[in-house]
């Protein structure tokens, strides 16, 4: 099967190793018989032979020779089982280290649109159950398989040695056994995929509401989250209660079946010993191994839902395995170059999903100007500035910077030459020092503390408990929302690009602070082409051009006069902004 294709080719590296174990667990399961043959030496010799009692007298050195021989047998198989183990764990705990680094890797090379479509809690369950699953079925399942399998044969084997007729009788019960087992491996299958499933989505539930148990308790809504969650945890519950209390529908049969082994050889057996066929060191031989035909029947179940289990899990773990990303960043090793700054949209077209978002856009940008993008919620903002450093690509038309086409670009490149600073601020759990020096771990403190004044940020750090050492918290808990702007502005600065790209970065600061920054980002002793998404005129006033989008297109440009004089979009924001707006017209020469 592909899935155990899959399974060998991430244990390069633990092979051999792997290999030897399986070798061992077939070497250590084949002894065995060995045991019970020498259990039927010492009965058919010292206990129920003819001449036991002679044997007793003249060849006790033999039966001693005997006793420790299963004493040592005993202790070999022990050893065997130990060493084995060790390296079933250690084979599988590398190959689990690796596959695991590898889909780390994987997911972070994804491109936004794998993000958009996979939640989170589904990444983390395939991260961290669906794995631990796949390790233990390398570990366990494959070993339990193989160790039952070689019991069996080797059961079967030293049975037909001893007598055949015996034998078959008690292999009659296998056909039956195997038939159930396959009917209940058809009808569980379905049942585990669609557990993986509600565990998936429990752990989604999960993770949204940690993640926003702010909005959580400011809307009260607790209880409802609470019932949410226990409707997902039911669901789980219930689907998970069915695919094990399907075992009980086929149990009854495969023990029945089992226990049948034991019948048929006190049956059959008893006879054959009474008629002088076997020996009653032979049929002791027969009850020792009965269990190497029973056990593994009676197991059956359990590998069964196991083996569903890792088929569930191996194939959510495939799909990021071999998931290809459409714009994928190759990292390849090449002397960065800082870029001129200059941008232009040629005829772009963006659609997701079969929407368009953005329809026919066209403009350049100068290297050093400043931009500012306004529109309506939904009217592509976001979008038009997330095509620049390729998150997503145009569905028509060219993105240029510096005259190149950016999916000619190499992505680490571009994107080093882009600062980005986002209204949704996502902040890690770090030093404030930690969060500014993202970009350049290695950053003077003197420049962090430059970029942190740049952002207006320096006075509220300095009075925080540890300064720029103080830890902020998941996604900066205990920051106000202008607070975390700051530093992620800060953050964006810090990396000095040619081209600044702030989507809405001041709208939770005050009014004098954001003159700070607009002052700060004016004088900036870098070259920069900035980006600006705004929504406040205060913001967009200065820009050396301003775009109105609407439903994807653009629908004004030009200075902040201009657009006052065409009485559009824009005069109609500025007018809701602004009191006195007879005033500030004539002040721009309008009537």
């Known amino acids: 099967m592909f899935q155990f294709k899959w399974l060998w080719h991430n244990l390069k590296g633990d092979r051999a190793r792997y290999i030897i174990a399986l070798c061992l667990s077939v070497i250590g399961s084949s002894l065995t018989i060995i045991n019970p043959y020498i259990g039927q030496r010492i009965v058919d010799t010292f206990i129920a032979g003819s001449d036991a009692a002679q044997n007793l007298r003249d060849e006790r050195g033999l039966l001693i020779a005997l006793g420790l021989g299963m004493i040592g047998f005993s202790l070999l198989r022990t050893g065997l089982s130990y060493f084995t ?92 056994i195997f038939i159930v087992a396959f009917i209940f491996a058809r009808r569980v299958r379905p049942m585990y995929v669609d557990l993986r499933e509600r565990l998936s989505q429990l752990n989604t539930i999960t993770q949204e509401n940690i993640a926003g148990n702010r909005v959580v308790k400011a809307f009260a809504r607790e209880e409802f989250e609470i019932n949410k ?82 088929f569930a899990s191996v194939t959510k773990i495939m799909e990021v395995y071999y998931a290809s990303p459409e714009i994928a960043n190759h990292h390849n090793a ?102 500014i020096a993202y970009g350049n771990p290695d950053m003077p403190e003197e420049d962090v503390v430059k970029f942190a004044r740049l952002a207006a940020a320096h006075n509220f750090i300095e009075k925080m408990p540890e300064g720029y050492n103080t830890i902020v918290g998941e996604r900066g808990v205990g920051l106000s929302g202008g607070q975390k702007q700051r530093i ?59 775009i109105i989008l609407e439903n994807g297109r653009i629908i004004e440009e030009g200075t902040h006069a201009e657009l006052l004089a065409k009485r559009g979009y824009y005069y109609e924001v500025f007018k809701l902004q602004n009191e006195g707006i007879g005033r500030e017209v004539n002040a721009h020469g309008e009537k």
Not at 489 to 505: K, N
């Open 85 to 176: 183990t060790l390296l079933y764990e250690r084979a599988s705990q590398n190959m689990l280290y690796r596959v695991r680094i590898f889909l780390y890797n994987k997911i972070q090379g994804q491109d936004m649109k794998y993000y958009d479509r996979n939640r989170t809690g589904d990444l983390m369950t395939k991260m961290t159950g669906d794995l631990d699953m796949v390790r233990h079925s390398l570990a366990w399942i494959i070993k339990t398989i193989i160790e039952s399998l070689t019991v069996f044969v080797a059961a079967v084997v030293y049975f037909f040695f001893i007598d055949a007729e015996l034998t078959l009788w008690l292999l009659i019960l296998s056909p039956p």
């Open 229 to 310: 969650f226990t409707d997902k945890s039911v669901n789980y519950s219930e689907a998970n209660k069915k695919a094990a209390l399907v075992w009980l529908d086929y149990f009854p049969y495969l023990e029945i079946f089992s226990q049948g082994f034991t019948v048929i050889l006190l049956i059959s057996g008893g006879l054959l010993v009474m008629d002088g066929r076997i020996t009653f060191g032979e049929f002791s031989a027969f009850s020792a191994l009965i269990w190497g035909l029973s056990n593994p029947m009676r197991s059956i179940g359990i590998i069964i839902n196991d083996i569903q289990r890792f």
């Open 334 to 435: 090449a002397v960065k170059r800082r870029y001129q700054g200059r941008i232009q949209f040629d005829n772009v077209t963006f659609k997701y999903d079969g929407v368009t978002v953005l329809e026919n856009i066209n403009f350049k940008i100068e290297p050093g100007e400043t931009i500012a993008i306004m529109g309506a919620t939904g009217s592509g903002k976001t979008t038009l500035i997330n095509l620049i450093p390729r998150f997503y690509d145009a569905a028509k038309g060219r993105v240029l910077v510096d005259g190149t086409d950016v999916r000619k670009l190499e992505l680490d490149e571009l994107r080093g030459n882009i600062g980005v600073a986002t209204q949704d601020v996502l902040l890690f759990s770090d030093t404030i020092d930690g969060n």
């Open 488 to 546: 992620a502005l800060a953050r964006a600065l810090a990396v000095q690009p040619p081209i600044l790209i702030l989507d809405d970065t001041t709208s939770a600061v005050d009014l004098e602070t954001e003159e700070h920054i607009q002052k700060s980002l004016r004088e900036l002793d870098f070259a920069c082409t900035k980006i600006i998404i705004a929504q406040r005129v205060s913001t967009t006033a200065e820009a050396d051009r301003i």
